[in-house]
């Protein structure tokens, strides 16, 4: 029996490591639609109202020192599984990056955003920390129509001017903004 035969008798691709792989004529697409709705079952936001925005605009995390502790194993598994996720949705990349920055001492305000993230979606963040007033930049690399790699960082400086942003589209032109 032939490798290649072997291969076509196990049938079409439709999971692959916690991914749903769909396929048609237009192309391949990948999506973890059963596994968000798996983790929103398995911390009990199953029934949870969607919201617009994974974290309103006006809110900013700090350490609270003074808030309520929170089970740190609990919101280190709901960090975990969002950065799962982030693999078919990197438009929550920045703000769960941003809760798991305080893994090692929980809060009840720091659970509530990690609660929105679940329920919404989006991303945006400028001078976000209101620590050091640092922005979080990020880019997405995409080959053709796929995104192959994004990534999202903490700026180094704070930024005293914008700059203009300069792209070349697929077909040579160069677009400002």
């Known amino acids: 029996m032939s490798r290649e035969f072997e291969m076509s008798f196990?049938?079409?691709?439709?999971?692959?490591l916690g991914l749903q792989i769909k396929?048609?004529?237009?192309?391949?697409?990948?999506?973890?639609?059963?596994?968000?709705?798996?983790?929103?079952?398995?911390?009990?936001?199953?029934?949870?109202?969607p919201m617009t925005t994974p974290m309103s605009t006006n809110t900013a995390l700090d350490a609270d020192e003074y808030g309520e502790a929170v089970d740190q194993k609990e919101f280190?598994?709901?960090?975990?599984?969002?950065?799962?996720?982030?693999?078919t949705r990197p438009d929550i990349q920045f703000?769960?990056?941003?809760?798991?920055?305080?893994?090692?001492?929980p809060r009840t305000s720091?659970?509530?955003?990690?609660?929105?993230?679940?329920?919404g979606f989006s991303d945006a963040d400028h001078a976000g920390c209101r620590i050091d007033r640092k922005s979080t930049s990020g880019t997405c690399q995409l080959l053709g129509t796929s995104l192959v790699s994004w990534s999202s960082r903490k700026q180094a400086s704070v930024s005293l001017s914008t700059?203009?942003?300069?792209?070349v589209n697929p077909r040579n032109e160069l677009i400002e903004s």
């Open 76 to 87: 280190r598994g709901m960090i975990g599984s969002l950065l799962y996720l982030t693999a």
């Open 23 to 49: 396929q048609d004529l237009e192309g391949t697409f990948v999506h973890q639609a059963k596994y968000t709705r798996d983790i929103l079952k398995k911390f009990n936001m199953g029934d949870s109202k």
């Open 110 to 119: 720091h659970r509530q955003a990690v609660k929105r993230i679940f329920r």
């Open 10 to 16: 196990m049938g079409e691709l439709r999971f692959f």
């Open 163 to 167: 700059t203009k942003r300069v792209y």
């Open 95 to 105: 703000v769960v990056c941003l809760c798991a920055r305080y893994q090692a001492s």
